[in-house]
Each structure stands twice: as structure tokens, then as C-alpha cells.
């Protein structure tokens, strides 16, 4: 749990320009494993290293370095009718805590009988550690709660 | 228990039921509170207290969608009503979820059927109704005059006030025809306001000067703090301590402060007294407020005196008695599940001089009409009525960061009251403090949107949240519905539960009266957008469940009627005593004892009924 | 759970630790070393505020209620006694000083002007922490004399501190402060006691009352003032609530000090806590790494807030809730750091050091 994998090294590497936060930042949500956790349980161990093969491979090839980093990104993961799908899940795993559920024809084609493919959040926190809520200026609802008039003056953003 | 003849018997532990219970104990009556949901959400120690409400938070942050009932364990033994089962009924009767919904329109409101009912995730709103929300009929032609004015319950409304902890500074109440003396002179509310908003701040500057017509008249729509019942700053100049008994008097009366130093306490959870102290911005009353600095009915019962008072969790009550020589009652039949969603009960009746029905308006009608009670009239299960919610949304010029705060701080009562009611609904107006979230399911939805179909991702991705997601502007008009004979509950033998108990069969529909109403809000919405140039993004689309001659509406959970207080016999089914015409021992208490609706939220008025029910109950007792 | 609600037993007098024999301390004899004093006091109650916070934000999410609990609650009492230190001085004319960089002591310290019997870590929750915890809040005694300086209870300080408070009021009045700098008691909440308006050598004893009896207990008893001074539910002293973490056990309304707890078990699982370095600082990071600047960021929100509760007690009580929106938003930085490895099984944490 204490010691970062490979493979965790891999998914807060791509993490990073997939989200537009930092390596620290997604550290501090305490998710970064339990996400990665998801996708091997959803997708495979074998389609999850696959993918991270990928990014990792990206990542280099780019010297993680605008704009030929955005373009690969655009042209190997989102426009990717395999990883295309997988990638928007982990910017939404990131964003929001939940998993979203990949297309029928998406598991037609690639992932045929794969498990807890639902939407669902991964845990009660990974609902509260939503980036999304940061990137407006708020508050997951429901927690990390600002205080008493809080809502009455711009936020504190940090 | 089973044998042992209480003074009273109560059905239902939400606010009403716990004011009365509360009320009558502290009076030294013995109290028998039967209540349908789960054993565990009645836990009044510490340890269990804090455990069972952990559990709701739990379900609260797993749920995909976080509707107000999504907190709250759905037991099939006594099941609530949930928004997400709602549906538009296409000829056929839609027995998707509790409700059996016969149209022609979905009623869109729920309610929750645990210990503490519906103020669980109730959002807080205390308004008052207005004087002439009691007189629609004298005055506008419109339904019926109340049997009781506001003069009448001005001080059971203060009672409510102190019970509740309404946060409010009542120099900036301004309603329309609130006449001179609507608070009474140096009247004060427990706590300063609930601060407003920043969306508010930047909405009232925006609507400064603005002037909007309605229906050829010219109006400057004005906004004002609202009252909530959640904690605030205590005000040094309240002065009440508590609402007590006297017994010389057979009045219930507002008690001061035993010292001058004295001073108001907010009330914090039921687990810690210091938790919840102030609202601290959780966002997210309804479903759930995290701290319990909001009100719910948890604090009522709590504060009732134990010694007498018999609570019976997991007692769904299914029947009254009549003795059909006088008419009284004479026992309350209920099934008690030994586990959630059990196919067994075990069956009993309760026994008290007087019985109190406070199970929420739709589960009281359906009491009445298994029991074959209240018949007379003919009108228990009339009159249905809700709070028929238009919502208008666009973006703001600035960033005025919603999704915080308390879901409304301010509103616009401009169009609460006027000569207009003679021809369709009056309205009030919350500014909503959580974004797009009700209509459109933000924010979520635009996460999706913008990293499916936007193709975002990255800082654009986080800069395109920043800048629109926090500019949105989100508008309520909630418009009164008119008491009609034919929205009404009513029970069917075809329908039942998991223990054999009725489902409600439900017919409900929208008159002209508040079809008129819709357009003449979205004209002032279109008036309002325009003048503080916000880009409206309002869209009703056709297959909403609540979608009608081009326009949407929502239920506000405002669920009132079925058991309306009238001036006769033949014309209501309780009395201006709040007691049953047709049953001396019978008193029904809640929102369904409303004649009409008004504009306010509808939680404080029968809280303050609830308190006259209570003091009726007491004098009738001695 | 019955056991921590209600106490049946004998109501004590609201005394403090006997009347002191007053022949062997450094007696406090001139306006200004009261007023340093309390300073002082303002600072002692400050020091034990980071080390609970750094074991109360090291707990893992849902678990260990009860002792997060019990150390949430303390916490509050300790911003509340700062507070009341701080009213006490300003009712005597001094002007609290919360924002200079002296102000923050440089973990691991000596609580200050105490016997340095013991030194205080920031260090994840454990039992070795509470252990310090019970250090910082042990009664002093009956017997305990009053110390100006070098205390070795915080009871005996604040006995000083009442001494040189009646001393000096026999001599003629010393509560010439501004009242509108009081803090006022409905800007106080979230916590037990009550704030405390002080104006006169009645009003100052009742705020020490408060702040030595929610921390050590009153007399002989395991029950700290609140109950007797504001009428609330009864609480045991923060010395005894810490014992019933330590001893993992709870305290029955019969038990007395010597007695320790004797109850049902009190739940707590000490490895459901996160792995973060004992008296972190800011340099075991590269300067200009991402972890530095997060451990930056919440020094320079903590540096802000105290010199927010700085403009709070000296003249614009208004900033006191802008104070406590920077307190909520410190917790969640804190608990953010705590997710971030170190590389050697350590994970960061908040380091509570003052920077510009």
C-alpha cells in the first residue's frame, strides 16, 4: 500500500496531463490506487497494463512535452476506439469518484465478460475527493464543508 | 404495552407527530409514538445516534443519484415514495414504484418514512403564509377561506420558530399585503439570518431598477433574506426559552428565559450538541445535512420527556377503530416487522383516550380510507396538492461559484400575493444556490459533456469547468396549486405492499390555474434573464414526467391536502380544532389539514398547527 | 455506550486544587508580568493545538470515531481557552500577540515556561502520542503549588496567574481594557464551554475556572467544569478522556482518579492511521518540488489564520469567522499531505512552521 508500483507510477503519470492537476494533487486525494485498483478489476489486469504500456510509451516518446504531448494524446487515447472510452473513465474516475459504464458495443468488441462494469462510485470517498468540485471553486457536497458563511464570499481556492 | 390504555396514541414521528409527542409529555400525558420506519434511525444515544446517521452518509455518498429519499433505507415493509420512479403514465396506471400513479400526470413529490420523517432532507424554508392565503375564496374567488385566519396563528407560529431555530432578520421581510403588524411589534427569530449568498449578492445587484410586467400591470420585483431553519449566530434579543403548558390558562404559551443573561443555544445533532452549532456549508441539506445544523424532527422527539413517552419503531399503523354507536375510536392496528423487508409481522393495537394520525398527508388519507373513517365529506383524499416547480437556469455574466451554501438564502416574494390570483397562481421565487443540479443533474452531467462530447481533457478540461460551471444561475417558481376534488388518493384492493398493507393510488393533474401561472413566470424569468443578461438555457423537453403544454415542472415535496380543515362537516374532514368532524377522539395533524396552499414551504405552518393540535389535544384531555 | 453520559455521583464545589501555600513561588507582582503572562498562557494553549490536530487528521477516514472524537472536542476547548487568555489580557490592557514568528514553537518543544520534564512531538496518533497528551493535561494536584514559571502542571501556571490577578486587583483596579476587544460569546461554538466576557477579577477567575477545568478536571473528580458553570451534559476533563483512549477503556460514573477507568472497552484500532513523519518540516523537502509547495501552502494558510485570530483580538473581532474558514480549510490540506509518500514508507504531513 506504502510503496508505489510500477504500474501506480505509470497511471499518476498520465493521470497528470489526462486531469490537469499535479502529481501531488492526485496523490492528496488518497485515490490514485484504488483507481488503479478499479480498472484492473473491471478491465483486466492484462488491458489495464496494455494501456499503461501505452501512455507510458506516449509519455516518452513526447518527452511529456506540449503540443506534440496533447496531439498524442488526442490521436492514440481519445480518438483510440479501444482506449478512447477507458481514457474519458479515468479523467471521469478523477473528476467525479465514479466509473462510468463502457458501451455495449465497446464490450462487444473488447471487453467481452468483463465484471462490474455499472456505475458506480469506487467508495465513499472517492465521491468526496472529485476534482471537479476544486476546479469550480466548491466543495464536494456533502463534505469537506468550507464553514459557517462560507458560501457568502468567493472561495478559498486552493 | 399491549394491554396499557395511553392518554395518547401518535402515528408518525416526523415533525408533527414529535412536536405533539413532545408537547403532551412535557404536560405529563402518556405518549404512544408508533412510527413505520427503521428501529435503528430512532437511536437517541450517542454511539447509536452517531452510527445510524454515519449509515445514511454512507448511502448518501455511494448513491449514482442523489435524490432526497437516496440517504435513507427503502424498507419494503413501509416504503417511501422516490422521484426517480417517476415516469410519464401513458394510458395505463405506472406501479413502477410506491406510488400507483393514474395520471393523468405523475405526482412528482416524496416523502421519507423513517424516524424523523420528511425533515430529514427537507431544505429548511420557513416562510409564513401571507394573510390572504386563508381567504382565497373571499378574496379572489379562487377555492376556500381557511376556518382559522393568520391572526389565529401568529403565536403557534412563533412556537414553531423557537422549535424549529428559524434563522432570520425579520426587518427585511417584505411580502406583498403583509399588512402592519404581520410579526408583531419588537418580534426577533432565535437566530441573525443565514448569511446570503454570493450568487445572491450578484442576483440582487443585477436585478437592481429592473421593472417586469405581468399580465399589463408593471412590478419592481424585490428579493429578500429567507428563513431557514438551520443554525445561525443566536440573536442576544430573543428572549424565549421554551413553549410550555398552562394548565390555569389551558394554554400552551411561549416561556422566557429564566435569567436575563440567558441566551438563545442552537440545537446541534442528536449524537453531539456541539455538532452542527452553525451550518457549515455542507451543501447538500437535501438530501442530507452531515452536521445536523439543520432542523429535523430527531431534535423534537429527543427533548420530549422519556419517563412518558413509549416509542414502537418498525410499526407500520394500518387501521383505526370506530365504535360505530359514537363514532369514536377505539384502538389503532398496526403490523411491526421484525427486520427490514421481512414478509412477517407480527400484528397489535395500540389504545389511548385520543389517537393522533401524523403519518404525512398521503399516509394519512390512506389510514382513513382502509379504516373507512372521515366519511362523511366525502373528501378525504382530495384535494392533493404541491408546490408545482417551473425552473428557469442560464449562465451568469460573472462567476458567481454556486454549489455552495444552503440550497436558497434569498427569494423573491414580489409575486406571493396580488390581484392576478383571480386568474392564475401565485408564486415565489428562491434563487437557488446549487447550480443546475435539480434540472439538468450538474454537475455531473456537464463533466460528461465536456469530456465526451466537448472532447476535454487536461487544464482546458479544468478551465472550461471553472469558467461555466460557476456561473450558473439556477430560478424556482414555485407555484401554489389550487385544492381540486379530483387530485386525490385513494386505496385499491390490487395494490398492496410487502406486508399487505395499501400502496397510494394516485390521479393527480394541473388545472389552468396553474398553467397560466407557468407562462406568466417564464415571461418575468424571460424578463429577469434578459435585464441582468443572463444566457438562458431553460429547455422543456417533451419527455419529462411532468411535462405539460410546453413547459416542465418538478414537485416541490410539498406534499398537502387529503384531510383539509374546513368551516363544516360536508365541506372537510377536520375542523378548525384540527379534530376530526366525524370522530371526537380523532385528531388528524400535518400538512393535510391545509385548506390551500399559499406560497410558503409548507413545513412551518403545520408546525404551527401542530402546536394548536397539541394544545386542542391537551384541553380536550383534562 | 451508557457509560460516558451521565454521572451520578457527588457534586463538587467548584473549587480549584485547594488554597496554594504561597511562600515558594515566584509570585507574579507588576501589571506587565501579568500581562506577559498571559501571553504566555496564549501561547501554551496555542503549543498543545498542532499536536493534537497532527494526530487527530493522521486517523484514517471511518475509523476510530470515538477517539477523533474525543480529540476534535479537546481541540475546540483548546482554541477556546486561547481565547479566553486572550480576553483576560486584553481586559487588562495588553494586546495579545498571535502573528509573530516566535509565536509558533518549533516541534519538538517544551510546553512554554514549563519544568521541560517533557518534550512535545508532532507525531501520528499513538500510543506514545497520547501519552504526551496525558503529560500535557496531567492534573496538578491538591498539593501542587502555584509556578509562575517552570510549572510542572498547567493547573499550577494558571494559579499563578490568579494570584497575581487577586494581588494586584487588591491593590487597585487593573481591568481597564476596551470591552468592545472582548470576543463575545456568540462568536464561539463547535466545542464545550462557553466563551467568557472578562471585565472584572470576577469574570477573569471564571475564565480560568473554565480553561483549567475542562483541561485537568476539578478537584478530585474526573468531571471537567462545564456541567457546574454552564449546565451542560457532563464531560470529563481532557486529561481523563485521553486516559480512556489510552486505556483503551471507558470511565463508569463511580470512577475516580486513582481508580482509573474501569468501563466497557473503548474502541480503538492504532493501526488504522496514516504513516506520516514525526516532526516533519518543511526542509525534508526539495525546495520547488511539489511537495514543498504543499507543505508551503499550508504554512502560509496557517501563518494567515493566525494572524487572522491576530486582528480578531486586537480590535476587529469581525475576522474571527474568516479565522475559522482558514481552520476548515487547513483540515483538509492536512489531510491531503498526509496521502503524499515520502518514498521511505513515510508519508508528508502538515509541518506547522511559520513562513512569510
Given amino acids: 500500500m506504502e510503496k508505489t508500483t510500477a504500474g501506480l507510477d505509470a497511471f499518476l503519470a498520465i493521470s497528470v496531463p489526462l486531469t490537469g492537476y499535479t502529481r501531488v494533487a492526485l496523490l492528496a486525494t488518497g485515490m490514485a490506487q484504488l483507481y488503479l485498483d ?66 455495449p458495443d465497446w464490450v462487444a468488441k473488447y471487453g467481452k465478460g468483463i465484471k462490474g462494469n455499472d456505475n458506480h462510485f469506487i467508495t465513499p470517498e472517492a465521491y468526496q475527493q472529485g476534482l471537479i468540485w476544486n476546479a469550480m471553486g466548491s466543495h464536494p457536497q456533502g463534505s469537506k464543508q468550507p464553514g459557517f458563511g462560507s458560501w457568502s464570499i468567493a472561495p478559498m481556492v486552493s | ?38 428501529e435503528a434511525g430512532m437511536a437517541f444515544d450517542e454511539e447509536g445516534a452517531y452510527k445510524n446517521y454515519q449509515d445514511y452518509m454512507k448511502s448518501y ?14 424498507v419494503k415493509d413501509a416504503q417511501s415514495p422516490n422521484v426517480l420512479d417517476m415516469t ?64 389565529y396563528l401568529k403565536p403557534y407560529y412563533e412556537m414553531a420558530e423557537r422549535e424549529i431555530g428559524v434563522s432570520c432578520d425579520v426587518s427585511e421581510q417584505k411580502y406583498p399585503n403583509m399588512g402592519n403588524n404581520f410579526f408583531g411589534k419588537d418580534y426577533v427569530f432565535p437566530m441573525l439570518k443565514i448569511p446570503q449568498s454570493y450568487i445572491d449578492k450578484s442576483f440582487i445587484e443585477g436585478m437592481e431598477g429592473l421593472k417586469v410586467s405581468l399580465n399589463g400591470d408593471v412590478y419592481t420585483p424585490w428579493c429578500t433574506s429567507t428563513p431557514q431553519g438551520r443554525n445561525s449566530t443566536p440573536n442576544k434579543k430573543y428572549r424565549y426559552a421554551n413553549t410550555a403548558w398552562n394548565a390555569a390558562k389551558q394554554k400552551l404559551e411561549l416561556q422566557p428565559f429564566a435569567k436575563e443573561s440567558d441566551e438563545y443555544v442552537p440545537v446541534g445533532a442528536i449524537w453531539d450538541p456541539y455538532s452542527g452549532q452553525r451550518c457549515e456549508g455542507n451543501a447538500s441539506c437535501v438530501p442530507i445535512c452531515p452536521v445536523q445544523a439543520k432542523y429535523n424532527a430527531l431534535k423534537t422527539l429527543k427533548s420530549a420527556k422519556k419517563e412518558h413517552l413509549t416509542l414502537l419503531s418498525q410499526a407500520v399503523a394500518t387501521e383505526i377503530h370506530i365504535d360505530t354507536g359514537n363514532g369514536n375510536i377505539t384502538g389503532v392496528s398496526y403490523k411491526q416487522y421484525p427486520h427490514a423487508d421481512s414478509k412477517d409481522y407480527k400484528s397489535g393495537t395500540a389504545k389511548g383516550k385520543i389517537y393522533v394520525l401524523a403519518a404525512n398527508a398521503i399516509e394519512n388519507a390512506k389510514i382513513l380510507l382502509a379504516s373507512g373513517a372521515c366519511k362523511t365529506s366525502g373528501q378525504v383524499g382530495c384535494n392533493l396538492m404541491d408546490h408545482t416547480v417551473l425552473l428557469t437556469w442560464g449562465l451568469m455574466k460573472d462567476k458567481v461559484f454556486p454549489f455552495r451554501g444552503p440550497g436558497s438564502t434569498t427569494n423573491i416574494p414580489t409575486f406571493r400575493d396580488g390581484d392576478f390570483r383571480k386568474k392564475h397562481a401565485a408564486w415565489i421565487s428562491p434563487i437557488d444556490n446549487w447550480g443546475w443540479g435539480w434540472p439538468t443533474g450538474s454537475p455531473d452531467t456537464d463533466l460528461d459533456h465536456a469530456v465526451s462530447t466537448l472532447n476535454l481533457f487536461g487544464k482546458e478540461l479544468r478551465t472550461y469547468i471553472g469558467d461555466t460551471l460557476s456561473r450558473q444561475l439556477l430560478l424556482h417558481f414555485e407555484c401554489e396549486q389550487l385544492p381540486l376534488k379530483t387530485n386525490r388518493v385513494t386505496i385499491d384492493d390490487k395494490y398492496r405492499d410487502n406486508i399487505g398493507n395499501y400502496r397510494p393510488v394516485i390521479k393527480y393533474d394541473v388545472d389552468d390555474y396553474s398553467l397560466k401561472a407557468f407562462k406568466a413566470a417564464k415571461s418575468v424569468s424571460d424578463q429577469i434573464f434578459a435585464g441582468m443578461g443572463v444566457q438562458d438555457f431553460t429547455n422543456y423537453p417533451s419527455d419529462e414526467p411532468d ?46 389539514n391545509m385548506a390551500t396552499l399559499g406560497t410558503s414551504n409548507p413545513t412551518l405552518t403545520l408546525a404551527a398547527l401542530s402546536f394548536a393540535a397539541a394544545e386542542n389535544i391537551l384541553k380536550a384531555l383534562k | 455506550m451508557e457509560a460516558n453520559t451521565l454521572i451520578s455521583g457527588v457534586r463538587h464545589r467548584l473549587i480549584r486544587s485547594g488554597e496554594p501555600s504561597l511562600k515558594e513561588f515566584n509570585s507574579i507582582t507588576t501589571i506587565e508580568g501579568l500581562r506577559e503572562h498571559l501571553q ?57 500577540d498571535i502573528s509573530s514568528p516566535k509565536f509558533i514553537p518549533e516541534y519538538p518543544t517544551y510546553l512554554p515556561h514549563s519544568n521541560e520534564a517533557f518534550k512535545v512531538n508532532l507525531e501520528k496518533f499513538s500510543r506514545p502520542a497520547i501519552e504526551t497528551f496525558l503529560k500535557i493535561e496531567k492534573p496538578g494536584g491538591r498539593d501542587a503549588p502555584p509556578q509562575s514559571d517552570r510549572y510542572a502542571s498547567i493547573g499550577q501556571f494558571y494559579e499563578a496567574i490568579v494570584d497575581g490577578l487577586k494581588r494586584l486587583s487588591a491593590k487597585g483596579n ?149 479565522a475559522v474558514l482558514m481552520m476548515y480549510e487547513l483540515k483538509y490540506l492536512a489531510q491531503g499531505l498526509m496521502n503524499v509518500p515520502m518514498g521511505n514508507g513515510l508519508y508528508a504531513a502538515p509541518s506547522f512552521e511559520y513562513v512569510e
Avoid at chain 1, 501505452?54 to 482506449?83: H, N, V
Avoid at chain 3, 477523533?68 to 477556546?80: A, T, Y
Avoid at chain 3, 476587544?181 to 477573569?204: H, K, M, N, S, W
Fill in chain 3, 40 to 96: 504566555v498562557a496564549i501561547e501554551l494553549e496555542h503549543s498543545t493545538i498542532p499536536p493534537y490536530l497532527y494526530a487527530l487528521y493522521s486517523i484514517r477516514d471511518r475509523t476510530n470515531d470515538a477517539s477523533s472524537r474525543v480529540i476534535k472536542g479537546v481541540v475546540m476547548e483548546e482554541m477556546l481557552h486561547m481565547i479566553l487568555a486572550c480576553n483576560i489580557l486584553n481586559a487588562i490592557g495588553g494586546k495579545p
Fill in chain 2, 547 to 592: 411535462y405539460v403544454d410546453g413547459f416542465v415542472f418538478r414537485g416541490a415535496g410539498h406534499v398537502v391536502g387529503t384531510h383539509c380543515m374546513g368551516t363544516t362537516k360536508q365541506n372537510s374532514v377536520v375542523n378548525s380544532q384540527q379534530q376530526a368532524w366525524d370522530h371526537q377522539n380523532l385528531y388528524l395533524v400535518g400538512a393535510g
Fill in chain 2, 88 to 151: 410519464q403514465i401513458n394510458g395505463k396506471p405506472d406501479t413502477k414504484g410506491y406510488f400507483v400513479q393514474e395520471g393523468k400526470l405523475p405526482f412528482a413529490s416524496d416523502y421519507a418514512r423513517a424516524a424523523g420523517g420528511t425533515t430529514l432532507h427537507w431544505l429548511g424554508t420557513c416562510l409564513r403564509m401571507l394573510p390572504n392565503d386563508f381567504k382565497m375564496h373571499s378574496k379572489y374567488g379562487q377555492a376556500v377561506d381557511w376556518p382559522i385566519d393568520y391572526e
Fill in chain 2, 61 to 74: 455518498f455511494m448513491a449514482q443519484a442523489k435524490v432526497p429519499n437516496a440517504p435513507y433505507p427503502n
Fill in chain 3, 174 to 322: 487593573i481591568f481597564t481594557g476596551d470591552r468592545s476587544l472582548q470576543i463575545r460569546p456568540e462568536q464561539f461554538y463547535g466545542g464545550g464551554g462557553g466563551l467568557i466576557e472578562v471585565y472584572d477579577l470576577a469574570t477573569a477567575e471564571e475564565a480560568i475556572s473554565e480553561i483549567v477545568g475542562q483541561g485537568e478536571g476539578i478537584d478530585d473528580t474526573i468531571e471537567d467544569s462545564n456541567h457546574k458553570l454552564f449546565g451542560e451534559e457532563v464531560e470529563y476533563a481532557h486529561y481523563f478522556r485521553f486516559n480512556e483512549i489510552y486505556k483503551e477503556q471507558y470511565y463508569k460514573p463511580t470512577d475516580t482518579p486513582k481508580s482509573g477507568p474501569t468501563g466497557e472497552k473503548f474502541p480503538v484500532d492504532w493501526t488504522q492511521v496514516h504513516n506520516i513523519k514525526e516532526n516533519i518540516k518543511m526542509k525534508d523537502f526539495k525546495k520547488g518540488t511539489e511537495e514543498w509547495d504543499m507543505m508551503y501552502q499550508f504554512n502560509k494558510r496557517y501563518c494567515d489564520m493566525l494572524q487572522m485570530l491576530h486582528l480578531t483580538t486586537n480590535g476587529k473581532r469581525e475576522k474571527l469567522k474568516d
Fill in chain 1, 38 to 103: 478499479a480498472l484492473h478489476r473491471i478491465i483486466g489486469s492484462a488491458m489495464t497494463d496494455e494501456y499503461l504500456a501505452l501512455t507510458d510509451r506516449i509519455l516518452k516518446d513526447t518527452g511529456g512535452k506540449e503540443p506534440a504531448l496533447d496531439r498524442a494524446i488526442r490521436q492514440q487515447l481519445l480518438a483510440s476506439l479501444q482506449y478512447g472510452p477507458i481514457t474519458r473513465n479515468i479523467i471521469q474516475l478523477w473528476y467525479w469518484g465514479s466509473w462510468l459504464q463502457l458501451p
Fill in chain 2, 1 to 38: 404495552m399491549e394491554n396499557k390504555e395511553y392518554d395518547v396514541v401518535i402515528v408518525g414521528s416526523g415533525i408533527a407527530g414529535s412536536i405533539v409527542a413532545k408537547m403532551l409529555t412535557q404536560a405529563g400525558k402518556q405518549v404512544l409514538l408508533l412510527d413505520a420506519g427503521l
